[in-house]
């Protein structure tokens, strides 16, 4: 949570969340606050209609709180990022861009402050609880499964070597380790249902769907539906990669049906390509500098009930035992010619 919170807060406002005065505790906190409260929020809708009817609004005092606190946090994250503008290199993040054109008078779109803070929080929900998941049920297959750790070590360590961190560079050349990072997010979609509204009404497969119906899509149930998947239970990188594929350009074709992760269409999560390389990449440094120790033989896989988001019941608990005695040093290294 912290890596994958710091990294969405560097690519935002060019800083990590301060440790020190309790920002980056009171960031995650509203996270996990909001996933909770999503889901209260989507029954709420299904549910509006006809409790108005009866004059009970649902959850509104804990939305208010939520947001409330999220207003104060932004606010404050807002504030002392404009004391400290000189200090920055101008022009390098979303922060920046985003004030220059608050601050336009001419400009096309006006933006406000409250569009900057409710932006920021989509990301911050948006990029946090699911990457961080992903990252875990990933490690936990990967621990369970030591054929898979073997065989992306050997990858890892004839690709990159044992002298340096794995860059998202590498990724390209490291095709075990994607196709890890694919199975795991088949087989445990951080977001399992997407929602649809339908704007206007429709026959879908013989079925008259009115305008205003909420669709939901269980992605969760595709990407372990028997018809479509060989061992669909199974964690099995392999089926991902191009040598087990027999007609390629048809498996892409359906794949792309089939494999819903990062759900589907224009409103698909745009933060997708970014997910991929960020997971891989952290999946590639845990796999290349550490082993990985649990009580027990294997890992528990359950899911936990009544979440939003994929969550383990049994959050991953493991000791890291360094795995090699060569300093490993973050440099690229640059080719001399
Ligand atoms: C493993 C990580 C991630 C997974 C599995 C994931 C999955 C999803 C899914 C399934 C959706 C709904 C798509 C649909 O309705 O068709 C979504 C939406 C979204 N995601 Fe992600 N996501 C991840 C990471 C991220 C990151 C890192 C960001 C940005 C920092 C991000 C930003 C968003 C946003 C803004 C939406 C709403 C898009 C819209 O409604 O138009 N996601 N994500």
Same mark, same amino acid.
């Given at each position: ?10 690519? +935002?406002?060019?800083? *990590?969340?301060?440790? #020190? ?35 009970? *609004?649902?959850?509104?005092?804990? %939305? ?75 490690? /936990?297959?990967?621990?369970?499964? *030591? ?10 360590? *004839? ?7 794995? =860059?998202?560079?590498?990724? !390209? ?21 997407? %929602? ?32 479509? @998947? #060989?061992?669909?239970? #199974? ?21 792309? %049906? ?9 409103? /698909?999560?745009? $933060?997708?390509?970014? /997910?991929?390389?960020?997971? $891989? ?6 796999? =290349?500098?550490?082993? @990985? ?21 049994? !959050? ?17 290294? +640059? !080719?001399?010619?």
């Amino acid at each position: 949570m912290k890596l994958v919170n710091n990294t969405v807060c560097q690519m +935002i406002m060019g800083r *990590s969340c301060s440790e #020190e005065n309790g920002e980056a505790e009171r960031v995650r906190g509203l996270v996990t606050k909001t996933d909770a409260l999503t889901k209260k929020f989507i029954l709420a809708g299904i549910l509006r209609k006809p409790l108005q009817k009866i004059g009970i *609004s649902l959850f509104k005092k804990e %939305l208010m709180d939520a947001s409330c606190k999220f207003n104060e946090v932004l606010e404050k994250i807002l504030v002392e990022y404009k004391e400290k503008v000189e200090e920055h290199h101008q022009g390098t993040d979303m922060m920046d861009k985003l004030l220059e054109v608050y601050g336009d008078e001419k400009a096309e779109y006006k933006i406000t402050r409250d569009h900057i803070k409710s932006l920021f929080v989509d990301l911050f929900f948006a990029g946090t609880d699911t990457w961080t998941h992903a990252i875990q049920w990933i490690m /936990a297959e990967i621990i369970n499964n *030591s054929y898979i750790l073997e065989r992306l070590r050997e990858e890892i360590d *004839s690709v990159v070597g044992k002298t340096r961190l794995i =860059q998202e560079t590498d990724l !390209p050349n490291l095709p075990c380790l994607q196709a890890t990072v694919k199975e795991g997010l088949r087989l445990h979609p951080p977001v399992p249902l997407v %929602l649809r509204t339908f704007k206007e009404g429709c026959t879908i497969g013989g079925f008259y769907v009115p305008e205003k119906t909420t669709l939901v899509v269980n992605g969760y149930a595709m990407m372990r539906d028997p018809e479509y @998947w #060989e061992d669909p239970q #199974e964690f099995k990188p392999e089926r991902f990669l191009a040598s087990s594929r027999s007609s390629q350009n048809d498996e892409i074709r359906d794949e792309l %049906l089939k494999y819903l992760p990062f759900g589907n269409g224009r409103r /698909a999560c745009p $933060g997708a390509n970014l /997910a991929d390389i960020s997971v $891989g990449t952290a999946i590639g440094v845990m796999v =290349q500098c550490f082993d @990985w120790e649990i009580k027990g033989d294997k890992i528990n896989m359950d899911e936990a009930p009544g979440k939003i988001t994929l969550t383990m019941a049994h !959050p991953l608990n493991c000791t890291l035992v360094p795995r090699t005695l060569i300093p490993v040093t973050s440099t690229v290294q +640059i !080719p001399s010619s």
